[in-house]
């Protein structure tokens, strides 16, 4: 016969596994294979392309205003795109449908 305690650790067993079963988002390394087309090994068994990735400004070329010195203000752009060899951390979209690529890995 089961007690009180039991019971609650079946309950918390229960509880956790549902949680995991669910696949909450989680951080995942990777490092970047390709460039163009975007492909990033992650933990060194999975391959994503384009079609399962998502950036982050942070690892995009973008443009920006800026002003210096009370100069006129001018439209420069930030080189900052993925290379082949950078190592990332991606964020995996509850269902692992999606990885967003947050920044680069130091």
Do not use: H
């Not at 982050?56 to 002003?67: A, E, G, L, P, S």
């Not at 080189?79 to 692992?96: F, M, R, S, W």
Request: glycine share 6%; no cysteine.
């Amino acid at each position: 016969m089961l007690n009180a305690n039991d019971l609650l650790v079946l309950i918390k067993k229960a509880a956790l596994d549902a949680v995991e079963a669910s696949q909450p988002s989680k951080f995942l390394f990777g490092k970047v294979i390709s460039a163009k087309p975007l492909k990033v090994l992650v933990e060194q068994k999975m391959t994503f392309g384009t079609a399962q990735l998502v950036l982050t400004r942070n690892v995009t070329d973008f443009k920006t205003k800026v002003k210096i010195d009370g100069s006129d203000e001018k439209e420069i752009t930030i080189y900052n795109a993925l290379q082949t060899g950078d190592e990332v951390i991606l964020l995996k979209q509850k269902g692992g449908q999606k990885y967003l690529i947050v920044d680069r890995a130091v």
